[in-house]
């Protein structure tokens, strides 16, 4: 029984590392849909203004 307890207690700090690394990836992502979505806005305004 103890032995089961110290497998637990040492999972521990990798679901912490995994839920860090994780989380970064999704700040990162929506970053770089940010930069994307900018990008597209910016075509459509020169398009529009194109044809003014």
């Known amino acids: 029984m103890r032995n089961k307890c110290l497998q637990k207690v040492k999972l521990i700090p990798v679901f912490i590392v ?10 990162n992502m929506m970053k770089g ?13 020169r398009t529009v203004g194109h044809n003014d």
């Open 33 to 45: 849909a940010g930069k994307d979505i900018e990008n597209a806005g910016g075509s459509i305004q």
């Open 18 to 27: 995994l839920i860090l690394m994780i989380s970064v990836m999704g700040c």
